[in-house]
């Protein structure tokens, strides 16, 4: 299976004017199970894309998940985006326990070429394609689109990075066998240094990277917060234009006393600005 199937039927979205196509696989790595992604799509012509990354410590997650925190709103920030002319691509990966890095990067690598290759039979504008993720989707959103860009200039046109690792060699679990880095790796990062650079979005970051924006709790427990202060001066470092905005007391998945409403309206005015015509 390739990813060349025919779409399923579309049932409505509910909480906004649109079509979603369920469970469409997308590709199916030898020997592994198809991989399969939820198609949101607008009720316009050529609408920008979302590629959105679930979190979970590349350990669990669902594509259906945008943010755990944030599961009980309505509309759901699917939903939000689609009303934001969007479509949306929410795509599974291959997880720790299924495959080793760098299976992960090369599962949602394929999600947007697939997003390529079918843009004509989904109607959508592939040339305007922002990889949004949280968590360690957002570690996956900034590794595809930094390393897609090298490849192909303008194969992505913005990364949103919601608290994502961005260096595995500077975490504090690094050394940690049992960590969710060195489920990733396969090994403790301390262990395979070379692997974990290959990992770490800010061993990737270069002249042509996509403009980026990060968000990130001053409180995170689980990926400090100077995760992304680390991508943020690669990225100046690098002439790129990066808004990296550090929320105060804000833990891990946006817990605490978050206006989430304002950080989840950030990240869509910087996707709304860098996909616009």
Same mark, same amino acid.
């Given at each position: 299976?390739?990813?060349?199937?025919?779409?399923?039927?579309?049932?409505?979205?509910?909480?906004?004017?649109?079509?979603?196509?369920?469970?469409?696989?997308?590709?199916? +790595?030898?020997?592994?199970?198809?991989?399969?992604?939820?198609? @949101?799509?607008? +009720?316009?012509?050529?609408?920008?894309?979302?590629?959105?990354?679930?979190?979970?410590? &590349?350990?669990?997650? #669902? /594509?259906?998940?945008?943010?755990?925190?944030?599961?009980?709103?309505?509309? #759901?920030?699917?939903?939000?985006?689609?009303?934001?002319?969007?479509?949306?691509?929410?795509?599974?990966?291959?997880?720790?326990?299924?495959?080793?890095?760098?299976?992960?990067?090369?599962?949602?690598?394929?999600?947007? /070429? &697939?997003?390529?290759?079918?843009?004509?039979?989904?109607?959508?504008?592939?040339?305007?394609?922002?990889?949004?993720?949280?968590?360690?989707?957002? @570690?996956?959103?900034?590794?595809?689109?930094?390393?897609?860009?090298?490849?192909?200039?303008?194969?992505?046109?913005?990364?949103?990075? &919601?608290?994502?690792?961005?260096?595995?060699?500077?975490?504090? #679990?690094?050394?940690?066998?049992?960590?969710?880095?060195?489920?990733?790796?396969?090994?403790?990062?301390?262990?395979?240094?070379?692997?974990?650079?290959?990992?770490?979005?800010?061993?990737?970051?270069?002249?042509?990277?996509?403009?980026? @924006?990060?968000?990130?709790?001053?409180?995170?427990?689980?990926?400090?917060?100077?995760?992304?202060?680390?991508?943020?001066?690669?990225?100046?470092?690098?002439?790129?234009?990066?808004?990296?905005?550090?929320?105060?007391?804000?833990?891990?998945?946006?817990?605490?006393?978050?206006?989430?409403?304002?950080?989840?309206?950030?990240?869509?005015?910087?996707?709304?600005?860098?996909?616009?015509?």
């Amino acid at each position: 299976m390739t990813g060349t199937e025919p779409l399923p039927a579309a049932t409505a979205i509910e909480g906004a004017s649109g079509e979603l196509l369920r469970a469409v696989p997308y590709a199916t +790595p030898d020997g592994f199970r198809p991989l399969l992604a939820d198609v @949101h799509l607008p +009720p316009v012509r050529r609408p920008p894309v979302v590629l959105f990354l679930h979190g979970g410590g &590349w350990r669990l997650g #669902s /594509r259906t998940s945008f943010c755990p925190t944030w599961r009980d709103w309505s509309p #759901s920030p699917f939903a939000r985006l689609v009303a934001a002319g969007f479509a949306v691509v929410s795509a599974d990966y291959r997880l720790s326990g299924e495959a080793v890095f760098p299976a992960q990067l090369d599962d949602v690598t394929a999600a947007a /070429r &697939w997003i390529r290759d079918r843009a004509a039979d989904l109607g959508v504008d592939a040339e305007r394609i922002v990889v949004w993720g949280e968590s360690a989707g957002g @570690h996956l959103a900034a590794l595809l689109g930094l390393t897609a860009t090298r490849e192909a200039p303008g194969a992505v046109v913005g990364v949103v990075d &919601w608290y994502g690792p961005n260096d595995l060699s500077a975490m504090p #679990s690094r050394g940690d066998p049992d960590s969710r880095e060195a489920q990733l790796l396969g090994a403790a990062a301390s262990q395979v240094p070379d692997l974990a650079r290959a990992a770490s979005p800010v061993s990737h970051v270069h002249a042509a990277a996509p403009p980026f @924006h990060l968000a990130h709790g001053t409180a995170d427990d689980a990926v400090p917060a100077e995760q992304s202060r680390l991508l943020a001066d690669a990225l100046r470092a690098a002439g790129r234009p990066v808004d990296c905005e550090l929320v105060p007391d804000a833990g891990h998945l946006w817990r605490g006393p978050v206006d989430g409403e304002r950080i989840f309206t950030r990240a869509l005015e910087f996707a709304q600005r860098v996909t616009a015509r």
